[in-house]
């Protein structure tokens, strides 16, 4: 997460302004022959090498990026717009990566070490801690630019596989970034047009990049910027610690959405699922923070369950739909992830790394954010099963920390949710870091299925609709009047015979102590209903307290609820809020402990069921055996 943020100003990067742009014009490197062939040997994308040893023999070279650059079209005096957007992502990546270094050297002993050395020459052990810091800054700089450059630079273009890695240097910062620049100079020599010019600089970076993380072994002293995380807002660029950015900026979503009305039935998840859209919209970016953070009701992780073909997916389009317009209103930026299957690694540690990737974008404060784990029960596993990948493993230990860790930091940007055809197959223990538990069990009444059927068929027809109000069953408001009055009572088995023990001993009840009660004696009957499931129904009642329908004419235009400061949103919020009552604890408690005798029953009769199956084959085997006793076919 961001809460070591670290923020460079202006004036720091733009101190190094004079420097970046001598490099771009003019710069004379050293740089090692190696004895390498100007000519490609036909077909094979290598050079001659010769067989004679020319390590030793150095030679200098004058780079000028800025005419290599405005060689890719000779016959034009002016730069087009693609070669102006390189030289100055160029320059600006020299910048901010001597100012990174600058960052790295005050962070360590260099910057005192710097210091001395200038009065008089270091010695002994100084001096080689002063040689070691220098060559980690060295690196920290070309580690910077490289990565700048990654993500800096627009291109789609296929990256063609003629890159060579420049000749590093790191002996100073300086020697670093200019060993960057000659590479990306001859990189760039002869390019044929605007778009192989970007290709090729994005394709180079990448190449530096990796070339650079093989050598991170050799270095000493980095360990003070693994853990640091850097934020340019005016370019738009990160960089946490040596981890490798994506490389490409956001892309306008592209996504099948779906109108609230197009969700046919899950009255209480369509519900709860457009009060989350308003709810994110009210993040301030300034300070960071969501007014119902601060006064209770914000959902960060849910999980949404049901049987295949219910809607879960089509729940997901309508949510991303809603965020993503009202963003547009905004003018927020929205990043919506999903992860799945399709991330889980062979490699060890690899999972992992891509699943806390996955957090940390959706977790940027900086953009509303939605993320989605699309069959959760196959892509983390219980830490129990034997049979589970260490991938799946990884990617629960990264969940359990990232939605309810030590260093968890509700901001009130994004929301998580789960879902699954099979939640009884999810970890108890992350299942119960989901705040909310929404059924998602599709149309349910007649007249559910006939909107359902109106809405798939099409209008290609003439074909009359009858007496039926179409949609009317749809009314989100009265629909979730009556399925919140449907959990007054319990609705699974197990839950209603201590409903009815509970009612039998206590009556109805009047006080919190006969609510403890009750609760008590849902602990009794189901052990996972621990302290956190309380926590998270009390989540859910002061949601119902905040159960207020923020007007849609606060969304229609941002200076009319979105652009406005952190307190009049807070101050607007808390004028609608109502307080709850005891009718909405009961319902809350027996949806959520609903929700946990639902996922024990599942998990029990899955149990019963293989088991019944494992018998019925042993007596199948014992049968067939017999036989072939019989035809003295067993050569046992």
Not at 16 to 45: K, M, N, W, Y
Not at 157 to 176: C, K, M, R, S, V
Not at 337 to 342: A, L, Q
Not at 417 to 443: K, T
């Amino acid at each position: 997460m961001d809460t070591g943020l670290t923020t460079i100003p202006e004036a720091d990067i733009e101190k190094h302004r004079a420097t970046a742009q001598s490099f771009i014009t003019r710069i004379v490197v050293l740089e090692d022959s190696s004895g390498e062939s100007g000519t490609a040997l036909a077909g094979t994308g290598r050079r001659f090498v010769s067989t004679v040893s020319a390590g030793s023999l150095r030679k200098t070279r004058e780079v000028e990026l800025q005419k290599t650059v405005a060689s890719t079209r000779p016959d034009d005096q002016l730069l087009s717009i693609p070669q102006h957007t390189l030289l100055y992502r160029a320059r600006r990546g020299i910048a901010v990566a001597l100012a990174v270094s600058d960052i790295f050297a005050r962070s360590t002993d260099l910057e005192s070490l710097q210091a001395q050395n200038a009065r008089s020459p270091l010695e002994g052990e100084q001096a080689t801690q002063f040689k070691k810091l220098l060559s980690a800054s060295a690196y920290v700089a070309a580690f910077t630019l490289a990565s700048y450059l990654s993500q800096l630079i627009d291109s789609d273009g296929e990256a063609p596989n003629d890159i060579a890695e420049p000749d590093f240097l790191f002996d100073t910062p300086q020697d670093a970034v200019k060993s960057l620049v000659a590479g990306l100079d001859r990189v760039l020599a002869g390019t044929k047009d605007d778009a192989d010019l970007l290709t090729r600089a994005k394709s180079f970076a990448r190449v530096a990049i990796d070339g650079l993380l093989t050598r991170k072994g050799r270095f000493d002293g980095l360990d003070a910027f693994e853990d640091t995380h850097i934020r340019i807002d005016a370019d738009d660029f990160t960089i946490d610690g040596f981890d490798v950015a994506p490389g490409k900026k956001s892309k306008p979503l592209v996504m099948t959405f779906k109108k609230p009305e197009e969700v046919v039935g899950n009255h209480i998840a369509k519900y709860q699922s457009v009060k989350l859209a308003k709810m994110l919209m009210a993040y301030d970016f300034d300070r960071e923070l969501n007014p119902f953070v601060e006064l209770g009701g914000f959902l960060f992780t849910f999980i949404g369950d049901g049987a295949p073909g219910t809607g879960k997916t089509t729940l997901i389009q309508m949510i991303a739909g809603l965020i993503n317009d009202y963003c547009k209103v905004a003018g927020y930026p929205f990043a919506y992830e999903n992860f799945g299957v399709d991330q889980i690694s062979s490699y060890q540690g690899k999972s992992g790394q891509n699943c806390r990737q996955f957090i940390n974008n959706v977790l940027n404060p900086r953009a509303i954010g939605f993320g989605t784990i699309d069959d959760i029960d196959q892509v983390a596993a219980k830490r129990s099963d034997d049979r589970a990948s260490a991938g799946q493993q990884e990617i629960t230990g990264v969940l359990m920390d990232a939605f309810a860790g030590a260093g968890t930091v509700v901001r009130g940007n994004c929301a998580f949710g789960m879902f699954s055809n099979y939640p009884e197959n999810v970890d108890d223990a992350l299942r119960q870091r989901a705040g909310a538990r929404w059924l998602v069990d599709g149309p349910q009444t007649r007249d559910d299925y006939i909107d359902i059927f109106v809405l798939l068929a099409g209008k290609n027809h003439k074909i009359p609709l009858g007496e039926h109000k179409l949609y009317a069953a749809q009314e989100i408001q009265r629909a979730v009047a009556e399925a919140y009055e449907g959990h007054d009572k319990p609705h699974e088995d197990g839950l209603m015979k201590v409903y009815e023990r509970f009612i039998k001993e206590s009556g109805q009840p009047k006080t919190l102590e006969d609510v403890g009660s009750y609760l008590h004696l849902i602990k009794e009957a189901e052990p996972r209903f621990t302290g956190r499931a309380i926590k998270n129904v009390t989540d859910a009642i002061k949601m119902r307290a905040m159960d207020i329908e923020l007007p849609d004419e606060w969304f229609e235009k941002p200076e009319a609820f979105m652009h406005k400061s952190y307190d009049d949103k807070k101050a607007m919020i808390e004028e609608l809020r109502r307080p709850f009552d005891m009718d909405m604890i009961m319902q809350e408690i027996n949806r959520y402990a609903d929700s946990e005798f639902r996922y024990a029953d599942k998990s029990d009769d899955a149990a019963v069921d293989k088991l019944l199956r494992d018998a019925r084959l042993r007596e199948r085997a014992a049968r067939e055996m017999e036989e072939l006793k019989k035809k003295g076919l067993w050569n046992a």
